[in-house]
């Protein structure tokens, strides 16, 4: 199994550009989430999704949207970057709500640069 | 005030010290609650979660008081490769994570 896997690894973008960030599990997960890591915070939830065709708000939703058309696929997208998206994005999977005696395992990380 | 507050050290200690860490959440409400580690520039990974009883596994034990609200993280005869920064959990519907607490074993 590759678990989670994202991709770009890096990546730099000037304001205003768009992108999608790439995020793919094979462990057959209902539960998929995007988190922001920024220095001096915790990770913060942007959007999570329950199943395939089901997404939802986390605490950060603004400037991003998602969709999640396969249970192997939840990518994330940016409208118009703007530098305060400049943070590092985790995918993250499980076989449900994060939580539970089940374990959220995270793809290894996007690093956005936005200019 | 933050719903899950660390303090983000960092913490140097010698190999074999033994360190423990606090975390300090606001949710009464909060439902289950862990310990993540995240290595530098890596993804965070589950190290334990922590029972109202307290558990221990290795040289790690958690703790949990809910009518303080805190929890705890202890660890015994540091190593080199516990060098990471320990991420502080919690459900209220969804995970908080706290900022973390960076921890340095120096040889």
């Known amino acids: 199994n590759a678990g989670v896997t994202q991709t770009p690894k890096f990546q730099v973008l000037k304001t205003g550009q768009s992108m999608t960030l790439q995020c793919a599990q094979d462990?057959?997960?209902?539960?998929m989430s995007w988190y922001r890591q920024d220095p001096g915070m915790g990770l913060r939830l942007i959007h999570y999704?329950?199943?395939?065709?089901?997404?939802d708000q986390g605490e950060v939703p603004n400037g991003y949207n998602v969709s999640r058309s396969t249970t192997e696929d939840f990518p994330l997208r940016l409208l118009s970057a703007a530098p305060s998206q400049t943070s590092v994005y985790f995918c993250?999977?499980?076989?449900?709500?994060?939580?539970?005696?089940?374990?959220?395992?995270f793809g290894p990380g996007t690093r956005l640069t936005v200019l | 005030r933050k719903e899950v507050e660390q303090d983000p050290g960092p913490f140097n200690v010698p190999e074999g010290a033994t360190v423990a860490f606090n975390c300090t959440y606001s949710?009464?409400?909060?439902?289950?609650f862990f310990w993540y580690r995240q290595d530098c520039r890596k993804e965070p990974k589950l190290l334990m979660s922590?029972?109202?009883s307290g558990n221990e596994d290795g040289r790690f034990t958690a703790q949990l008081n809910r009518a303080s609200q805190y929890i705890s993280l202890l660890i015994r005869d540091s190593k080199l490769s516990d060098s990471a920064t320990y991420l502080c959990?919690?459900?209220?519907?969804?995970?908080?994570f706290g900022q973390g607490t960076t921890l340095q074993v120096k040889p």
């Open positions: 993250a999977s499980s076989y449900s709500t994060p939580g539970t005696a089940d374990t959220q395992y």
């Open positions: 462990m057959n997960h209902e539960y």
């Open positions: 999704s329950v199943g395939a065709g089901i997404t």
């Open positions: 949710n009464s409400a909060s439902q289950s």
């Open positions: 922590v029972y109202s």
């Open positions: 959990v919690v459900k209220i519907g969804k995970l908080i």
